[in-house]
């Protein structure tokens, strides 16, 4: 709902995205073919130190129903079926991964101008079962989510969550971890032509007393290139250069600096391509 609230999960996502989103220090190449009869191909390989992965997956749409099958290296073959508007504002999807015949799994989407309900149980004897619910508008919305362990009959998640949006900054707050940490959350649009950007990010254990936080910025050098910095109270520096150098397609450059490594390596760097005909 273009004025309803979004879903839990994507309480403080600004901020997160800006501070964490696409950051990669390893070697990532993804090509992506789309195709007009609903077909579309994309392949995706990442080298980590020496171990290569990679993984080709199909999507195909047709009418509201969109069917993806992902195959990787270990030959592990994972399905996801989602079916939309079954009954208004609903969507269903049916997932399940090969050889593993216990992780089928079901999920349902909700969306009411003043809700978005989200749940989802395992198709197995002992399915763990999760709920996450938002109330709200656009502009404030009020959410909280539980997971519960069929097994052992425990909660494995109890989290709740407020973010309040405007067109220039967004903010949030959210009690995670079993009520354990405290995380706050902040970003805001500067009104400057080349759209630069700041959030923060803050988190306070209260098992520990300790707090820690990261900042970030990201701008525009042309109209084709994003720059972003990231910088943490552990001693980790990191920025990010994204370029768009033909359309749909990205170029990503990332660094992180870590000055409490003074005996090894402090410096890692990665490359990241993404290809869309």
């Known amino acids: 709902m273009a004025n309803g609230p979004?879903?839990?999960?994507?309480?403080?996502?600004?901020?997160?995205?800006?501070?964490?989103k696409d950051y990669n220090f390893d070697h990532k190449f993804s090509l992506s073919i789309p195709n007009s009869t609903g077909l579309g191909l994309v392949a995706t390989g990442l080298k980590?130190?020496?171990?290569?992965?990679?993984?080709?997956?199909?999507?195909?749409?047709?009418?509201?129903?969109?069917?993806?099958v992902k195959v990787d290296t270990y030959s592990n073959v994972s399905t996801k079926v989602t079916v939309n508007d079954i009954l208004h504002g609903t969507k269903a999807a049916l997932s399940f991964n090969i050889p593993d015949h216990k992780?089928?799994?079901?999920?349902?989407?909700?969306?009411h101008p003043h809700a978005a309900i989200d749940s989802s149980i395992g198709l197995n004897p002992?399915?763990?079962?999760?709920?996450?619910?938002?109330?709200?508008?656009?502009?404030?919305?009020?959410?909280?989510?539980?997971?519960?362990?069929?097994?052992?009959?425990?909660?494995?998640?109890?989290?709740?969550?407020?973010?309040?949006?405007?067109?220039?900054?967004?903010?949030?707050?959210?009690?995670?971890d079993k009520g354990q940490t405290l995380k706050t959350s902040y970003i805001h649009y500067v009104d400057r032509p080349d759209g630069f950007t700041v959030a923060a990010e803050m988190t306070h254990r209260f098992s520990t007393f300790e707090n820690r936080f990261t900042i970030g910025s990201s701008q525009l050098i042309d109209p084709k290139t994003v720059l972003k910095t990231r910088f943490s109270d552990d001693g980790k520096a990191a920025f990010q250069c994204q370029r768009t150098w033909r359309p749909n397609s990205l170029i990503t450059l990332s660094a992180e600096y870590d000055s409490t490594k003074i005996f090894s390596s402090s410096t890692k760097f990665g490359l990241a391509l993404s290809l869309k005909p």
């Open 126 to 176: 002992s399915p763990l079962l999760e709920l996450s619910a938002a109330i709200g508008s656009k502009d404030l919305c009020l959410g909280a989510e539980i997971g519960f362990n069929t097994t052992s009959a425990s909660f494995t998640k109890y989290n709740a969550g407020v973010t309040f949006n405007k067109p220039d900054f967004s903010a949030a707050l959210m009690l995670a």
């Open 6 to 20: 979004a879903s839990f999960s994507d309480i403080g996502k600004r901020a997160r995205d800006l501070l964490y």
């Open 48 to 68: 980590k130190d020496q171990v290569f992965i990679g993984d080709i997956s199909t999507l195909y749409k047709s009418g509201n129903t969109t069917v993806d």
């Open 103 to 111: 992780s089928g799994k079901l999920d349902v989407q909700y969306l």
